[in-house]
Structures are given as structure tokens and as C-alpha cells.
């Protein structure tokens, strides 16, 4: 998965983001491949299903969101924040994952 696909899947059209990019998508996909316990390879070639570029697209759409802010108290200010990607978007992977027996 590279950089321009990432843009045209979150409609990003400057390159303001690139560098960014360039480190987050081996980190998602190798999340992915290790929570699917799957390497996606077929015939020595990496095929990325449908759900997988999702998973990698959106994953990085939540974390450039740089306050992800889930409450918050006035009164001694507390904060919290949403440090786990959501349900919503590890539901993209969950169709890919093997079973791993030990």
C-alpha cells in the first residue's frame, strides 16, 4: 500500500501529510498482518483485500485527528482521550483473521 493510495482514499490532495504517511502505513499494516495472523501473500506477491486497505486508511483518518477527545470536566480540569481505535474500524479486519492453534 502506498502513499497516493492513502490520499485518494481519505480525498487528501496536498502532500502536506506525506511524511506522515510514509512512517503510519508499515506500522497499520503490520498491525494488520499480525492481528489477521495473516500475511496476505498469494503466489509470493502481497494482495491486500478490500477490508484491509480500509482498515490501514481509516486507522490513519483517526489518528491525524490530533485531539480525539472523548470527555471532559471543567471543574479541576480532566480530560480524556480515545487512545484505542474503535470497534468501527477493526471491524474491517475481522473477516481476514485466522485462527492460530498453539
Known amino acids: 500500500m502506498d502513499i497516493q493510495t492513502i490520499k ?6 496536498t502532500n502536506k501529510h506525506d511524511d506522515y504517511f510514509k512512517e503510519v502505513i508499515p506500522i497499520y499494516m503490520d498491525y494488520a498482518k499480525t492481528y ?3 500475511t496476505f501473500t498469494v503466489d509470493g506477491q502481497e494482495v491486500l483485500p478490500a477490508g484491509v486497505k480500509l482498515f490501514v486508511a481509516k486507522a490513519i483518518e ?16 480532566s480530560y ?4 484505542e481505535l474503535p470497534e468501527t474500524i477493526m471491524r474491517y479486519l475481522k473477516p ?7
Do not use: E, H
Not at 485531539?67 to 471532559?72: A, D, G, K, P, T
Not at 480524556?80 to 487512545?83: A, E, F, G, K, P
Open 8 to 13: 485518494t482514499m481519505l480525498r487528501i490532495t
Open 36 to 38: 489477521c495472523n495473516n
Open 62 to 77: 483517526f489518528n491525524m485527528n490530533p485531539v480525539n477527545l472523548s470527555s471532559r470536566n471543567m471543574g479541576d480540569a
Open 80 to 83: 480524556s482521550y480515545v487512545t
Open 96 to 102: 481476514y483473521k485466522k485462527l492460530r492453534f498453539v
